[in-house]
């Protein structure tokens, strides 16, 4: 069996929750006898290479359309659906902001393809995308596709919501590596040090974080780098900062270890999560929980994290209060170590292409 993984075209150099999704499920496969090749959706591909085709992002249909009009073989997606409606409807500025009042989300994302295509941050898109639209070019993809591996139960019921599938399914959560995120037992946290691993841009919602906690007794440590477009919101939280906020530029996971070591508390106050990375990172290293309550983050963090209003930076400042003085999330670690794996997601995965391929 050979796999050919079709990701964006920026997965390297705009680092995000489905870069290590990729990377790491793909590295696991590999472990257990399967070869695994990631090409950029906007490349050309000799299809006829492969035994079987995996996409990724859903919602980004123009990436996946092109490639499969013609196809012989069979595909899977993961379809990390985010939804983007809450910010673009209540916090999202310009012209996207105002006419996102207005229309539906489907035609939102469409606006965004086209625009991105315009100002050529997408290389092209093709004509069956721009006929169909963003809704149309899904159903379509959904229609033609044998296996969905979703993130969670909770999205593989937003699919069923918003799209009406009927495809077959596995769940494949998200996961951790426990060699590499394995705290050291006699590490001393810091009970005013709160850390956010995210890109900085307005969905991440860093802004109300900032605002939150700014000039109060609390060490703010925001690691990533801007995303693409996203320099003005970054301009502007550095501009409201205070002293006790610092700005860490992306870091490779590795790296993190030691500011997860160190911190009492891990904030992702997102608009939207189909899980929270980072978030399993932290608690596997002993941190505790502030996360978003949009989205699916419950599924995975059940009541062993303290959710917030990603609108409200009282509602966000109350739950880093209670998580800062919280013992520390032993159960939550256990829950990750024993459930949210890489080499777990790389097991279900495997057996979603042997049924799909009919292997046993």
Same mark, same amino acid.
């Given at each position: 069996m050979k796999v050919a993984y079709i990701v964006r075209?920026? +997965?390297f150099t705009v680092i995000g929750g489905d870069t290590h999704q990729v990377v790491n499920t793909a590295a696991l496969i590999r472990q257990l %006898?399967?070869?695994?090749? @990631?090409l950029p959706a906007n490349q050309r591909i000799d299809y006829n290479r492969y035994t079987l085709l995996h996409f990724f992002n859903l919602t980004r249909p123009a990436d996946i359309l092109p490639h499969i009009g013609h196809l012989?073989?069979?595909y899977v997606i993961s379809p990390i659906l985010v939804n983007y409606s809450l910010f673009d409807k209540t916090y999202r500025g310009g012209i @996207? %902001? =105002? @006419?996102? =009042?207005?229309l539906p989300q489907n035609t939102i994302e469409y606006l965004k393809v086209v625009a991105r295509w315009l100002n050529r941050t997408d290389r092209s898109i093709s004509a069956a995308y721009l006929l169909k639209g963003q809704q149309k070019s899904i159903e379509l993809i959904l229609k033609k596709c044998a296996f969905l591996l979703p993130n969670s139960m909770l999205e593989q019921n937003a699919l069923r919501q918003q799209y009406k599938v009927r495809n077959q399914f596995a769940i494949v959560p998200n996961g951790v590596s426990p060699a590499l995120f394995k705290p050291e037992q006699d590490a001393v946290k810091d009970p005013n040090l709160v850390l956010c691993v995210a890109r900085i841009e307005g969905i991440k919602n860093q802004? $109300? +974080?900032i605002k939150a906690i700014n000039n109060s007794s609390y060490r703010l440590l925001l690691i990533g780098d801007p995303a693409p477009n996203q320099q003005a919101y970054y301009n502007n939280c550095k501009e409201i900062a205070g002293p006790n906020i610092t700005f860490i530029d992306h870091l490779p996971q590795a790296e993190l270890i030691k500011y997860y070591q160190q911190a009492t508390v891990h904030v992702l106050p997102s608009w939207f999560e189909t899980c929270g990375l980072s978030s399993l990172e !932290? !608690?596997?290293? %002993?941190? $505790?929980?502030? @996360?978003?309550d949009k989205g699916y983050t419950r599924e995975y963090f059940e009541d062993y994290a303290f959710y917030c209003d990603p609108n409200s930076p009282d509602s966000i400042r109350n739950a880093i209060h209670l998580a800062a003085t919280a013992p520390a999330p032993a159960a939550l670690q256990e829950k990750i170590i024993t459930h949210y794996t890489w080499h777990? !997601? !790389?097991?279900?995965t495997l057996f979603a292409y042997r049924q799909v391929l009919n292997i046993t």
């Open positions: 075209s920026t +997965l %006898g399967t070869e695994v090749v @990631i012989t073989m069979p @996207i %902001g =105002r @006419i996102s =009042r207005h802004l $109300n +974080l !932290a !608690a596997a290293m %002993g941190c $505790n929980i502030v @996360i978003t777990k !997601a !790389a097991e279900k």
